[in-house]
């Protein structure tokens, strides 16, 4: 083999995690996402595949389908723990791990052999260690490509057949001498950029399998789809894909703004929006594992121009009250008196670990440079972060809590409150549609 690739998928992940959560659901058909009336399917179980469930369906027609299925609204911010926890464990098998949403990755184990013996024994033992840490099942696919492997990871995995539910391989390792014969039964529909039309107009050609496929002349492809489709169903057919595997990389900044309906430059208002974003953003870094010792407020002010001031901390921090402080002092330093237009919170400079023994580097940024500001002054600031930090940790991951079983809006800090209620600033908390128990619904 050229390349070693290795291709990991979580199976019926989300279902997977309800079921993980709550053993009683063990056997019984598990459907997630937006349990509303417009919602949709996010993830089911193998348990609901059997009755026709599958995700991105309509939640009324799983209903139909699937009666007697629970039906669980989604807790993004659980699936997101887990699917850490995951990546952590595959980054000890290879640096190079590209990330594809929550429950799938790709590995370039070309550097592991060496250490962690051949493929098929990396790929054993890495669905051993997910099943042990985790608790949950995952199918691992190897090959030379990206394609090859997401195929065989696919081919691993449980089936429905006449009987039930039947277990997969799991693990399926497609060696260069066997990877004519492992494509060529496949349907043509599992090769990438094969949809419903390419499908159609395949079949009319006689082509049922990428067996069938990799016997039509390339010229003809071309003919029927166009040189760059036409080329690129010809090179899948034949097991050719060149496309790397690119280690996925955590984000430089994490913030969230707000644009007013009306310029504001009530303080006491603005500050409370300051809360508001500050928590939304420190549940957005914990969820990625990550603490920020930079904290920045951007305003666009009446004249529709845009200032930033940022402050960057000797120690990191997580927390809403703390990152809210620092944001709340930064405001202060701006000139908000004719009133803004826009507000925002950013936090960069992360790190995932306390990193108490860091240089103290007190700084103040304005939009011109670097202005050393008063050394009191950021002792002060410096000081009150770091006690509301240590004083809230306890709690915000009370509310951490909470907030994974009962969804976002379920709890929150009083400074937080608006007159509309709890603020659901967990833009992806449900994005599988509205709950069930949405008014009006
Ligand atoms: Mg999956």
Redesign the pocket.
């Known amino acids: 083999m050229d390349r070693t690739i290795l291709h990991v998928?979580?199976?019926?992940?989300f279902a997977a995690v309800e079921v993980l959560d709550n053993p009683e659901l063990n056997g019984v058909p598990v459907v997630v996402g937006g349990t509303g009336k417009r919602g949709v399917v996010a993830?089911c179980n193998y348990e609901a595949r059997l009755f026709g469930v599958r995700s991105a369906v309509a939640m009324a027609s799983a209903r139909r389908l699937c009666p007697n299925a629970v039906f669980i609204d989604g807790r993004y911010s659980r699936y997101v723990e887990v699917s850490a926890k995951l990546y952590e464990l595959l980054t000890t098998v290879s640096p190079v791990v590209e990330r594809i949403?929550l429950?799938?990755a790709f590995l370039d184990i070309g550097g592991a052999t060496r250490l962690f013996g051949a493929p098929i024994e990396i790929a054993a033992r890495l669905r051993e260690s997910v099943l042990e840490e985790l608790g949950l099942n995952?199918?691992v696919g190897v090959g030379r490509s990206k394609m090859i492997a997401k195929l065989a990871s696919k081919a691993a995995k449980p089936h429905l057949t006449q009987r039930g539910v039947e277990v997969g391989d799991g693990v399926l390792v497609v060696e260069d001498s066997s990877e004519r014969s492992f494509l060529d039964p496949l349907p043509v529909s599992w090769l990438w950029g094969v949809g419903a039309v390419t499908r159609k107009r395949l079949s009319e050609l006689g082509v049922k399998t990428v067996g069938d496929l990799a016997q039509i002349p390339e010229a003809i492809l071309i003919k029927e789809f166009g040189s760059s489709h036409g080329t690129h169903l010809a090179l899948l057919s034949k097991g050719i894909d060149e496309s790397p595997v690119v280690a996925s990389r955590p984000p430089k900044s994490i913030g969230r703004e707000v644009t007013f309906a009306q310029d504001s430059c009530d303080i006491e208002y603005l500050k409370q929006r300051l809360n508001v974003l500050s928590a939304g953003v420190s549940s957005q870094l914990r969820e990625a594992g990550l603490s920020a010792s930079r904290v920045s407020v951007k305003v666009r002010l009446a004249d529709l121009t845009f200032q930033t001031r940022s402050f960057t901390l000797s120690t990191s921090l997580d927390t809403g009250p703390a990152i809210s402080a620092v944001a709340q002092a930064l405001l202060d330093s701006l000139p908000i008196d004719r009133g803004i237009r826009l507000l925002g919170v950013s936090t960069a400079n992360f790190s995932d670990v306390e990193r108490a023994e860091q240089l103290s580097l007190l700084s103040m940024l304005h939009d011109d440079g670097v202005r050393k500001v008063d050394s009191s002054e950021g002792e002060d600031l410096q000081e009150q972060a770091a006690v509301l930090e240590d004083g809230w940790r306890e709690i915000v991951k009370a509310v951490d809590a909470i907030r994974a079983k009962f969804g976002y809006s379920a709890v929150g800090n009083t400074s937080t409150l608006t007159g509309l209620g709890l603020p659901s600033t967990a833009r992806r908390d449900a994005p599988w549609g509205p709950s069930g128990q949405d008014p009006g619904d």
Not at 9 to 13: G, K, L, N, P, T
């Open positions: 998928d979580m199976d019926a992940f993830s949403g429950d799938e995952c199918s």
